[in-house]
T-cell receptor, first 112, second 115 residues
Framework: DAKTTQPNSMESNEEEPVHLPCNHS???????IHWYRQLPSQGPEYVIHGLTSNVNNRMASLAIAEDRKSSTLILHRATLRDAAVYYC?????????????WGAGTKLIIKP | ETGVTQTPRHLVMGMTNKKSLKCEQH?????MYWYKQSAKKPLELMFV???????ENNSVPSRFSPECPNSSHLFLHLHTLQPEDSALYLC??????????????FGQGTRLTVV
């Protein structure tokens, strides 16, 4: 299964945009890029996913490189409630392995 | 509120006890999952059910026994656990087991401590 690489941690100031990078150089043509986040003492929460085009929803935006070997999750205006571990995961279109392969994620620290 | 409810939220059990974790989803999904999250380790998939049928058992010891009586409920029966089984146990559901174009919804988890 294709793997992803993320920085261990990042810091950002409250009310500023945050760009969380993810490298997935071995991505295949049918892999979807998923982002989840996990707040302290909670289960993971779906954030966004995409295949080739950039995606926007009420939580965030996902920018996907043209060669699809990297992507960036964008939080447009970070709040203290966005402090969490963010996971970038690849999932094939026809996922015969069922599971999402979880890495260590990026711990996002928001400074007031 | 994700639509996936897990009970209990916290559980302390002795190594000789038998207990069960419960998960219920109100999303009309066909697939349900059990994950284990140990301290400082990535999430590990344990079991996958599709339409009440187990489709994946990820080399989990037999002291963990899943049960899926219907597509809305999932149980994890625990017996003779070891202290290293202490972890956060997460239940998740998705519309289908197949397809990268579907997202998973997670419960809050059960924090299990084996003493």
């Amino acid at each position: 299964d294709a793997k992803t690489t993320q920085p261990n941690s990042m810091e950002s100031n409250e009310e500023e945009p945050v760009h969380l990078p993810c490298n997935h150089s071995t991505i295949s043509g049918t892999d979807y890029i998923h982002w989840y986040r996990q707040l302290p003492s909670q289960g993971p929460e779906y954030v966004i996913h995409g295949l080739t085009s950039n995606v926007n929803n009420r939580m965030a935006s996902l920018a996907i490189a043209e060669d699809r070997k990297s992507s960036t999750l964008i939080l447009h205006r970070a709040t203290l409630r966005d402090a969490a571990v963010y996971y970038c995961i690849l999932r094939p279109y026809m996922d015969s392995n069922y599971q999402l392969i979880w890495g260590a994620g990026t711990k996002l620290i928001i400074k007031p | 509120e994700t639509g996936v409810t897990q009970t209990p939220r916290h559980l302390v059990m002795g190594m000789t006890n038998k207990k069960s974790l419960k998960c219920e989803q109100h999303l009309g999904h066909n697939a349900m999952y059990w994950y284990k999250q140990s301290a400082k380790k990535p999430l590990e998939l344990m079991f996958v059910y599709s339409l009440e049928e187990r489709v994946e058992n990820n080399s989990v010891p037999s002291r963990f026994s899943p049960e899926c009586p219907n597509s809305s409920h999932l149980f994890l029966h625990l017996h003779t656990l070891q202290p290293e089984d202490s972890a956060l146990y997460l239940c998740a559901s998705s519309q289908t087991v197949h397809g990268g174009n579907t997202e998973a919804f997670f419960g809050q988890g059960t924090r299990l401590t084996v003493v």
